[in-house]
Structures are given as C-alpha cells and as structure tokens.
C-alpha cells in the first residue's frame, strides 16, 4: 500500500515521520516509542483504514505472542492524550469498530525539496514484444539521467517507479505517493534501426499537460534525442513552477555514435539495473563488446567501471582482479567526458576501497553531485564519507536526502537503517529497519540492523529471534557471525561456537570476510584472537575498516588500546 512519508502537518502539528518525532507549536512533544510508531503507522496511511492486525505486526512482528488488545488500546489512548484528541469526537483518530482506526484530518506534506521534483513513469514499450523490454528501459533510464544533470529539477530514482510499470493507477495518485510536482509519460517505438520516442509532462496542483513531443531519429541519435527531450523538460517545469530557476550549462555535445553501439549500451543498463549475478555478468560482456569496438565512447567505459565495481563490491568477483580495472576505465571516461556524474562515482568508491585515500574520495563525490544532483549513490557515498571524517548531523541529512529521491528502493532504505545504527540512534535505527522489511520481506540487511537496534536497546530476546529468522534466510558469513556473536554475549557458547565452526568452512571456500570472524571472537570473549582478524583485515586492506568506529558487534574491543591504534591507523572519526 503506498504510503506518506517525511515530514508532514496536520492541525496545530508537525511529525516527522523518518525521525519519530511530534512537535506542536514548534515545541517538541514526549511520545513512547510504540505509541509513536502507532501514530506514524496511522498518519503515513492518512485517510485509509488500518486493521488492529496491521498495528499488531507492526509492534510485534510475527513471533511474538503477548494480550496485543490491551497493546493496542494503550498506545491509541497515548496517541489521544498527546493530540489532545477524543474518541466520541475525533479530530485526528477515528475509531472503525470491529475494523481498526483511521487518520482522519487532512495530512499536508512538506516540499521534500526547494527545486520542483519529477517522477519519469517506465517508458511504455510500443512494439508489444518483451524482448523489446530492455529498449525502452534503457529510455527510460537514459532520461532519467539526462535530467538528474539538470539543477533546476530534482527527479525521482528510477528504482522507486520501476514498481508502476503498467500500472492503471491515476497520475494524481501517482503523483502524491512519490510527492512530485510533475510526471513524465512517455513511449518507444523501435523498427529496424529506426526510433519513434514520445513524452509528454504532466503537472499536478491544478493537474494540466504541460508539454509533449514527438522525435524520430535513428538508433545513433536516441541519447543525444533523450538529452535534448530533458532539457525541454526542465524549461518547461521551470518556467511554469520556477520561473526564477536557471537550468544550468548545458552539456557538452554528444559525440556520434554507432546504432549497434547504442543498442548494446541500452541492453548493459537494463541488465545491469537488476544487480544479480548472472545480469551483472551480461552487462560485463555487453560493455565489453562496447568498449573493443568504440574505446573512446564515455558512456560504455563508465560503465563498465561501474559493472566491475559491482561485481567487487557484491562479492561476485576478487576486489583485487576488479577494482584496479574500474579505477583506470573511471580515469579514462572522465578524460573523454569530464561530465559523467557514474565515472567521478566509482572513482570516489575506488579512491577509498582501493587507495584509501578519503580526501580524493571527498573531491570526486562532490564533483559526482555537482554534476547530477538527483544522483541518489552520489549522496549517499557522500554520507558515507561525511560519516567517516566526523560531520556526523550532515551525514544524516545527506541520507535523508538521498531517501527523498529514491524513496521506495532497498538500497537507500536499508542503507539509511545502517547509518542510523552507526550513528547509535538504534531507536531510529530499529523504526527505518522495520520500515524497509515493510517494503522488502525477503530483505537481509534490514533484519540485521533491526537484530543489532533491539540488542543495543537491551533486549536480547527480540534480537537473537530476528538474527535467528536471518540465518533461516541466508547462512552467509555476517548471519553466522552476528547470531555468533549474541549467543557467545548470552553464555550460549555451545551454539557460539557451531555457528563459528560453520564460519570456517566458509572461509575455506573464500566466502568469509575478516572482520566476521572478529564479530564472532569478540561475542565469545576471545579479544585477542579477535583482534588479531582486524589487523588480517587492515594488512588485506578490507574497506570495511572505515566502519569500525560504529560498526556493531565490537563494543568488547573499542576500550584496548590496539583497537583505539587502528581507528587513528584509517583516520576515521567516531561517532
């Protein structure tokens, strides 16, 4: 079900739906974590009903078994008092007998940016033969990119409409889920080496079309025609809503370039969006056929940094083969075209992984965001690295802010959960990990920060259930060694110590990263052995080190001095 979400306003109230936080009159009102989770429950589906049942998984999960009426009734009447709200009478609150309860005043909510925000809908695949698919995709993605370059707009991510691909649902409703101003339609038509591509932009409060176009052009000409089409765009949207706005430098010209090329190139972007395995695999030989035939076409070389990059960092390939290759086909692109926010990306990620160098990272993702300032990885490297040099609050304004433009995709969503966790704010941690398992049940990482939120707010049961559910789902080294850990802290050292025989078989196999190994040694009180993994760590140069200050599961260690050594060793700041 879509929900609302950031910030937003109801009578004399404020609620930030992200932070868990109630205000009135700007003054900041006392609320109980679960009667706060209630009412953000409530709000974020303003105007539908949601059952007792919702409420009670959204509590308690499937596993817990407690008199959840009584639960439920509280929280409701917390939520009352705070809001100064009556049943008999409701303003905000509305009782639904033997239904649940229904938010009821008109919910506003807040511009999630100042710039005027566009959603560009799946592009509609007109020739009706899936095989097709990958071509208007790859338009879409393409347009999508060609107007994050552009100032004057924000555009949402391409991951969170990918979910409304032939949807029937209205643009209005669209449009309020994702709290855009504006919404791109558009359809492909592809025949022979010959391309029909329509658009059209629609915008809401009052709802009005705005703009259309029709271009045809052949295969060579489609991304220069996609880069054209977004710009029209952004001077429609800004001459309507923002009229002061300027759209920016335009980009260089695109250079000419061979219809198979261009074909291939869009074929690599729809398999390389699905981040499998085997689709990363297609995207590599895709871009590499690119790169042999056209080695001076930008677009195909950032590109296949960016596939080898995915590859290291999924664990689908050795960092050492891959990472070294992204870095010099990143160095090439830029050199080629220096305005390819994806090339300055992987060079920050390889800066850092690769040379472990945080203030050439630093300048490459600024550049990265300077140049696409809708690049939702870019802002969220970018908190990474605010993260880890100490300007902690700007980390978590810059996840925040990457959560705007991609609202509804895993990555950014469990992301988020993992900062929040670093950061120590485990309440805020646990609420964003409950959020993302709401949007992605079968995803891992969340129930890990979920597990860690609930151990570090003292209550050890919950976690070992949601650790154990995780290792049901994936036995891979980090569900081993968290569980792991937990069992040894609890005295649970038989099954501790199982879980790290397991642990060891894996790393036989090359699928254990050091620093599982010192998760699990620290949970069973060996702080020597665990120690030793760290340095096995820093001498393989593991990126995960700059995690350290936070990174959960070492609390055992953070008060020995070899510890305290190599945190000062990466240079990163705790939180």
Same mark, same amino acid.
């Given at each position: 079900?879509?929900?609302?979400?950031?910030?937003?306003?109801?009578?004399?109230?404020?609620?930030?739906?992200?932070?868990?936080?109630?205000?009135?009159?700007?003054?900041?009102?006392?609320?109980?974590?679960?009667?706060?989770? $209630?009412?953000?429950?409530?709000?974020?589906?303003?105007?539908? !009903? *949601?059952?007792?049942?919702?409420?009670?998984?959204?509590?308690?999960?499937?596993?817990?078994?407690?008199?959840?009426? *009584?639960?439920?009734?509280?929280?409701?009447?917390?939520?009352?008092?705070?809001?100064?709200?009556?049943?008999?009478?409701?303003?905000?609150?509305?009782?639904?007998?033997?239904?649940?309860?229904?938010?009821?005043?008109?919910?506003?909510?807040?511009?999630?940016?100042?710039?005027?925000?566009?959603?560009?809908? !799946? *592009?509609?695949?007109?020739?009706?033969?899936?095989?097709?698919?990958?071509?208007?995709?790859?338009?879409?993605?393409?347009?999508?990119?060609?107007?994050?370059?552009?100032?004057?707009? #924000?555009?949402?991510?391409?991951?969170?409409?990918?979910?409304?691909?032939?949807?029937?649902?209205?643009?209005?409703?669209?449009?309020?889920?994702?709290?855009?101003?504006?919404?791109?339609?558009?359809?492909?038509?592809?025949?022979?080496?010959?391309?029909?591509?329509?658009?059209?932009?629609?915008?809401?409060?009052?709802?009005?079309?705005?703009?259309?176009?029709?271009?045809?052009?052949?295969?060579?000409?489609?991304?220069?025609?996609?880069?054209?089409?977004?710009?029209?765009?952004?001077?429609?949207?800004?001459?309507?809503?923002?009229?002061?706005?300027?759209?920016?430098?335009?980009?260089?010209?695109? #250079?000419?370039?061979?219809?198979?090329?261009?074909?291939?190139?869009?074929? +690599?972007?729809?398999?390389?969006?699905?981040?499998?395995?085997?689709?990363?695999?297609?995207?590599?030989?895709?871009?590499?056929?690119?790169?042999?035939?056209?080695?001076?076409?930008?677009?195909?070389?950032?590109?296949?940094?960016?596939?080898?990059?995915?590859?290291?960092?999924?664990?689908? /390939? %050795?960092?050492?083969?891959?990472? %070294?290759?992204?870095?010099?086909?990143?160095?090439?692109?830029?050199?080629?075209?220096?305005?390819?926010?994806?090339?300055? $990306?992987?060079? +920050?990620?390889?800066?850092?992984?690769?040379?472990?160098?945080?203030?050439?990272?630093?300048?490459?993702?600024?550049?990265?965001?300077?140049?696409?300032? &809708?690049?939702?990885?870019?802002?969220?490297?970018?908190?990474?690295?605010?993260?880890? *040099?100490?300007? @902690?609050?700007?980390?978590?304004?810059?996840?925040?802010?990457?959560?705007?433009?991609?609202?509804?995709?895993?990555?950014?969503?469990?992301?988020?959960?993992?900062?929040?966790?670093?950061?120590?704010?485990?309440?805020?941690?646990?609420?964003? /990990?409950?959020?993302?398992?709401?949007?992605?049940?079968?995803?891992?990482?969340?129930?890990?920060?979920?597990?860690?939120?609930?151990?570090?707010?003292?209550?050890?049961?919950?976690?070992?259930? $949601?650790?154990?559910?995780?290792?049901? @789902? &994936?036995?891979?080294?980090?569900?081993?060694?968290?569980?792991?850990?937990?069992?040894?802290?609890?005295?649970?050292?038989?099954?501790?110590? #199982?879980?790290?025989?397991?642990?060891?078989?894996?790393?036989?196999?090359?699928?254990?990263?050091?620093?599982?190994?010192?998760?699990?040694?620290?949970?069973?009180?060996?702080?020597?052995?665990?120690?030793?993994?760290?340095?096995?760590?820093?001498?393989?140069?593991?990126?995960?080190?700059?995690?350290?200050?936070?990174? !959960?599961?070492?609390?055992?260690?953070?008060?020995?001095?070899?510890?305290?050594?190599? $945190?000062?060793?990466?240079?990163?700041?705790?939180?």
């Amino acid at each position: 079900m879509p929900r609302i979400s950031g910030r937003v306003s109801f009578g004399e109230f404020e609620l930030d739906l992200e932070a868990g936080m109630l205000r009135k009159s700007g003054r900041t009102l006392k609320l109980r974590p679960q009667p706060m989770r $209630v009412l953000c429950l409530l709000v974020s589906h303003a105007g539908r !009903p *949601v059952s007792r049942e919702e409420i009670r998984r959204h509590l308690w999960g499937e596993s817990t078994f407690v008199d959840y009426d *009584v639960g439920v009734d509280s929280c409701v009447n917390r939520i009352r008092m705070a809001l100064r709200d009556k049943a008999q009478a409701p303003r905000y609150v509305e009782t639904l007998p033997r239904q649940g309860y229904r938010f009821i005043a008109p919910v506003k909510r807040e511009r999630a940016f100042a710039e005027p925000t566009l959603a560009v809908l !799946p *592009v509609a695949n007109l020739n009706g033969d899936p095989a097709r698919d990958y071509f208007a995709d790859g338009v879409t993605d393409a347009l999508i990119t060609e107007l994050a370059r552009i100032p004057a707009v #924000r555009v949402i991510s391409r991951q969170s409409v990918l979910h409304l691909k032939g949807s029937s649902r209205k643009l209005e409703e669209i449009a309020r889920d994702l709290g855009v101003d504006g919404v791109v339609e558009g359809a492909a038509l592809h025949e022979g080496n010959r391309v029909r591509l329509t658009a059209q932009l629609i915008l809401m409060e009052p709802e009005r079309h705005a703009w259309a176009q029709s271009y045809d052009c052949d295969m060579s000409a489609v991304l220069t025609t996609q880069r054209d089409a977004a710009r029209a765009i952004a001077a429609c949207v800004a001459t309507a809503l923002r009229p002061d706005a300027a759209a920016g430098p335009a980009p260089p010209p695109a #250079r000419p370039v061979a219809p198979e090329i261009v074909e291939a190139y869009l074929k +690599a972007r729809f398999e390389l969006d699905k981040l499998s395995a085997e689709s990363i695999g297609k995207a590599l030989q895709y871009l590499r056929e690119i790169t042999a035939k056209a080695p001076d076409f930008a677009l195909g070389l950032a590109g296949l940094a960016a596939c080898l990059f995915s590859l290291g960092w999924w664990g689908h /390939a %050795p960092i050492r083969e891959v990472y %070294p290759s992204a870095k010099h086909l990143a160095l090439e692109a830029v050199a080629i075209d220096d305005s390819l926010s994806l090339a300055h $990306v992987v060079l +920050a990620w390889m800066n850092l992984l690769l040379d472990w160098d945080l203030d050439g990272a630093m300048r490459e993702v600024r550049r990265a965001i300077e140049l696409s300032p &809708s690049d939702t990885d870019a802002h969220l490297l970018y908190s990474t690295l605010l993260c880890f *040099v100490g300007r @902690h609050s700007d980390a978590i304004a810059e996840v925040q802010y990457a959560l705007k433009l991609n609202p509804t995709s895993l990555h950014p969503n469990q992301y988020a959960a993992w900062m929040y966790s670093h950061m120590g704010q485990h309440a805020r941690a646990e609420a964003q /990990a409950r959020r993302t398992i709401e949007l992605f049940p079968d995803s891992l990482q969340p129930c890990f920060v979920l597990g860690w939120s609930q151990w570090y707010q003292g209550r050890a049961e919950e976690a070992v259930a $949601v650790l154990e559910k995780a290792l049901s @789902h &994936s036995r891979e080294a980090l569900s081993l060694s968290y569980l792991g850990h937990v069992y040894g802290r609890l005295g649970r050292t038989d099954e501790a110590t #199982r879980l790290l025989q397991e642990l060891d078989q894996l790393r036989t196999r090359g699928q254990a990263p050091p620093i599982a190994f010192v998760v699990i040694y620290a949970g069973l009180g060996d702080v020597e052995a665990a120690l030793d993994w760290l340095e096995t760590a820093y001498r393989l140069r593991d990126g995960y080190l700059f995690w350290l200050p936070g990174a !959960p599961g070492l609390d055992p260690l953070r008060s020995d001095p070899r510890f305290t050594d190599l $945190v000062r060793r990466m240079g990163v700041v705790p939180p």
